[in-house]
């Protein structure tokens, strides 16, 4: 029973491996890194020493700057979104009254 169990682990760790070694590194940003995306953002217009009450708006229309000039598509994904979204359906004048659709 140990002779066959030997050459499966053996066969799985190789199959592990290279799966292992592929994976991507998602390292935290360097401090120079940091800098030269808030230097980017700077230069888009966006001033972090303005006024706090307009501050996700400032940041979010300078960072749509920095994404028109790099050429980034609407459909990258991430990002920070205008916050305008539904769900459900509309409610006409008829359902307001209270008229029930078959």
């Known amino acids: 029973m ?3 169990i030997v050459p499966a682990i053996v066969i ?3 199959l592990a491996v ?4 592929q994976a ?4 935290a940003l360097t401090r120079a890194e940091v800098r030269a995306q808030l230097v980017q953002l700077e230069r888009a217009g ?4 303005s006024d ?3 501050y996700p708006v400032n940041i979010q ?3 749509a700057r920095v994404n028109a000039q790099q050429g980034v598509a609407e459909s990258s994904f991430g ?3 205008d916050g305008a979204f539904a769900s459900g359906r509309a409610v006409s004048a008829v359902d307001a009254v209270g008229y029930d659709r078959p």
């Open 52 to 54: 706090h009450a307009t």
């Open 12 to 14: 799985a760790s190789a």
């Open 79 to 81: 990002g920070a979104t």
């Open 61 to 63: 229309a300078a960072q």
């Open 18 to 21: 290279p799966a292992l070694a």
């Open 2 to 4: 140990f002779k066959s």
């Open 24 to 27: 991507q590194n998602n390292g």
């Open 46 to 49: 966006y001033n972090p020493a």
